[in-house]
C-alpha cells in the first residue's frame, strides 16, 4: 500500500518540543522534494517546511527558528522537529511529495499535535 504515516503527535505545553516522523510505504523519497503541512478545522492546509533532494530547506515564516525538517533517505523517513511551540501550533501534521516530478499521494491520517496548558 502507497502511503505516509505520520505520528509522533500529543498535547503539549506551550514551550515544549515534540518530533513527528513520516514513514514512506510502498514508495521511496530519494529524489524527491519532501514536505510537512499542517491544517486546522475549517482551514486550508497550511505547507510549513520543505526539504529538497540535496537538503535544500524552506519554512514558512511563523515556524523558523522553531522548527526542523529532516529527511533519511535510507529509510524512507521525513521529520520535523518542533520547539518553542505555541498554541496556534496546534494542527493536523501531515507529510506529502512537493515535488514537480511526482505528484501528491493521497494525504494519510496525519498526527495531531495540541499546544495547550
Known amino acids: 500500500q502507497v502511503q505516509f504515516v505520520e505520528s509522533g503527535g500529543g498535547l503539549v505545553q506551550p514551550g515544549g518540543s515534540l518530533r513527528l516522523p513520516c514513514k514512506a510505504s510502498?514508495?521511496?523519497?530519494?529524489?524527491?522534494?519532501m514536505g510537512w503541512s499542517r491544517q486546522t478545522p475549517g482551514k486550508q492546509r497550511e505547507l510549513v517546511a520543505t526539504?529538497?533532494?540535496?537538503?535544500?530547506?524552506n519554512y514558512t515564516d511563523n515556524v523558523k527558528g522553531r522548527f526542523i525538517i529532516s529527511r533519511d533517505d535510507t529509510n524512507d523517513i521525513v521529520s520535523l522537529q518542533m520547539s518553542s511551540l505555541v498554541p496556534e501550533d496546534t494542527a493536523v501534521y501531515y507529510c506529502?511529495?512537493?515535488?514537480?516530478?511526482?505528484?501528491?499521494?493521497?494525504w494519510g491520517q496525519g498526527t495531531q499535535v495540541t499546544v495547550s496548558s
Open positions: 506529502n511529495f512537493e515535488s514537480a516530478l511526482r505528484p501528491k499521494i493521497d
Open positions: 510502498g514508495i521511496r523519497i530519494r529524489g524527491l522534494m
Open positions: 526539504i529538497g533532494s540535496l537538503g535544500h530547506i
